[in-house]
């Protein structure tokens, strides 16, 4: 599988292990890991680096494992989960970054090069959400409006 917008073609991934059920070394409960998640995305944190912070910090090497549910599912029963999909929300975060520094250096061609293309993976992933229901059926990326989404 290629990349949309580069020459790759790598499929390097991690492997998830074959047993679904939690490893005998994970001494946490699902009650523990659920507290754990809604402490977190209440200080801010972003569903992936919930799942980091899980794992580095507190030794839980899948949520899904020790929970039988993802992060996020255990957001959004408990009402956390973020407004817009994260993958989106980085990719805008991404394009004001861009459309600052644009501001700064005029001159600067290929970074305006690849804010057409940052915005053009929005517009394709936006479709996408509003397709399966996951952002709402007017939302519509314009970048005047990109940095109050972000902030």
Sequence with gaps: MGRMHSKGKGMSKSALPYKKSSPSWVKATAHEVTENIIKLARKGHAPSQIGVILRDSHGIPQVNSVTSSKVLRILKAHGLAPEIPEDLYFLIKKAVNVRKHMERNRKDKDSKFRLILIES???????????????????????????????
């Design 121 to 151: 993976r929005i517009h394709r992933l936006a479709r996408y959400y509003k397709t399966t229901k996951k952002v709402a059926p007017n939302f519509k990326y314009e970048s005047a409006t990109a940095s109050t989404l972000v902030a």
